[in-house]
């Protein structure tokens, strides 16, 4: 698809993945309308960079894991530009709980958890499904799915995480044959991602964690939100033949032995406390 002059909209798109995969679609001629849930201040600021850029923007606040709002912010935008193209489902939400400790994991984690990661997506495709196949031109529409290498290995922030997006990735190939032949639907697949979200997440931990993951990673570095914003451009900008399709952005962490390489962040994590 070209996206020049096209309507994408951006779920979550405040920072991290959401807010780089705004600002390239901007560059790209796509004008944009940016999701938000809690974060106005870090919204507009997006907003502004990406009207900086040339290109209509919208700033629409919805918790897309509750049905009504997230129909609500697909009506907005379709009313605001007349069309959407494209929808990236981005937003997300975790508990950092670690894998052994089942019983910290409670029905109330599974909720919000399940809601967010894997509700919310269904619903706002649900809901931009059909203005899609209205609006969109002949060469069709996209939607593209933030899933996580949590969602093909057995690892994470936390059990009900991992499995919000393995069913992530399966909601994908579904929708995938439902929508077809108008809209490909396909998902990435990031890895350890630098930035606010896992710093707040592993606190003291996350350099060291960090360090981890880079000294075992094949191409030897973790993911900037950038990397995974330019996998979601390539989805959407690529071929048209491709839907039903996930696409890793871990820096090779799936060639490696899984049992050592889920490990070793671990005892990295047992020497600090014991030192």
């Not at 390539?234 to 033949?241: E, H, N």
Request: hydrophobic share 40%.
């Amino acid at each position: 698809m070209e996206v020049r002059g096209k309507v994408a909209l951006v779920t979550g798109a405040s920072r991290g993945v959401g807010r780089a995969t705004a600002l390239l679609l901007a560059r790209c001629g796509c004008h944009v309308a940016i999701n938000y849930r809690r974060s106005q201040q870090q919204a507009q600021s997006v907003l502004e960079e990406v009207q900086s850029l040339g290109v209509q923007a919208q700033l629409v606040q919805a918790d897309v894991s509750v049905p009504e709002q997230a129909q609500g912010l697909v009506r907005q935008v379709a009313e605001h530009f007349g069309r959407l193209d494209v929808l990236v489902n981005n937003a997300g939400t975790t508990h950092f709980i670690r894998f052994g400790s089942l019983g910290r994991v409670t029905p109330q984690v599974w909720e919000d958890i399940l809601n967010t990661n894997l509700l919310g997506p269904f619903y706002c495709t649900q809901a931009a499904a059909e203005v899609m196949r209205q609006t969109a031109d002949p060469d069709g529409a996209e939607v593209v799915n933030v899933a996580s290498v949590a969602g093909l290995l057995p690892t994470g922030s936390s059990i009900p995480y991992a499995a919000s997006k393995a069913a992530l990735i399966h909601l994908t190939r579904c929708l995938a044959r439902v929508l077809a032949p108008r809209v490909r639907v396909n998902a990435v697949a990031p890895g350890f991602i630098e930035g606010q979200w896992l710093r707040e997440g592993l606190g003291r931990h996350y350099e060291s964690v960090k360090e981890a993951f880079e000294e075992q990673l094949p191409l030897g570095r973790v993911c900037q939100p950038e990397d995974v914003a330019q996998a979601i451009l390539s989805l959407i900008t690529g071929s048209d033949l491709v839907t039903g399709t996930v696409l890793p952005v871990e820096s090779g962490m799936l060639v490696l032995d899984p049992i050592n390489f889920a490990s070793r962040p671990r005892r990295r994590l047992r020497q600090e406390n014991s030192g």
